[in-house]
């Protein structure tokens, strides 16, 4: 049974940075590739980033474009996000998610950016 | 702003068959999925690859789409389907995904 768990999240000062990582298990995940999704208080949900099952390619939202960074770990079945220069805007529940057809998606992990 | 677009609040008597749509430009190269989540929770996959129901979702769920738009039916709707739906694809580049605004289903 695939899970997925997402760490990393917390209240974090306006311009500082945060880690987040997603803990995979129960497929193969250094076949697929991953991404990011998040969801604002009270809003939808607006897709951030992915990167491919070898970590080679990896693309991101025009929002987070230069601030986030996403990576992996394949020896570790680790998906991980860094984010720097948080903005206020950044606060949201983070998904992470599988690239396959029948996309399955952790519980969240909240982020809160806030002095 | 999304590059899909949802009625944002639909209603269906209880019982009855509703249909929630969704359209953009890139459902014209790359297949719908459907997300349900209710309060508090995560988003549950209820439809993907068009007309693809996952396990465990009822079949009372079902998919369909034509040019660019996208459309999730549910048949006989019942009071646990009060959610709110997300339709989400690829977009034109086939790298990144979109997701639509979300339409906020109310069983009366």
């Known amino acids: 049974q695939v899970q997925l768990v997402e760490s990393g999240g917390g209240v974090v000062q306006p311009g500082r940075s945060l880690r987040l990582s997603c803990a995979a298990s129960g497929f193969t995940f250094s076949s697929y590739g991953m991404h990011w999704v998040r969801q604002a208080p009270g809003k939808g949900l607006e897709w951030v980033a992915v990167i491919s099952y070898d970590g080679r390619n990896k693309y991101y939202a025009d929002s987070v474009k230069g601030r986030f960074t996403i990576s992996r770990d394949n020896s570790k079945n680790m998906l991980n996000l860094q984010m720097n220069s948080l903005r206020a805007e950044d606060t949201a529940v983070y998904y992470c998610a599988t690239d396959y057809d029948s996309s399955d998606w952790g519980q969240g992990t909240l982020v809160t950016v806030s002095s | 702003s999304s590059e899909l677009t949802q009625d944002p609040a639909v209603s269906v008597a209880l019982g009855q068959t509703v249909r929630i749509t969704c359209q953009g430009d890139?459902?014209?190269?790359?297949?719908a999925s459907w997300y349900q989540q209710k309060p508090g929770q995560a988003p549950v996959l209820v439809i993907y690859n068009k007309n693809n129901r996952p396990s465990g979702i009822p079949d009372r769920f079902s998919g369909a789409s034509s040019g660019n738009t996208a459309s999730l039916t549910i048949t006989g709707a019942q009071a646990e389907d009060e959610a709110d739906y997300y339709c989400n694809s690829r977009d034109s580049s086939g790298n990144h995904w979109v997701f639509g605004g979300g339409t906020k289903l109310t069983v009366l």
């Open positions: 890139s459902l014209r190269s790359s297949y």
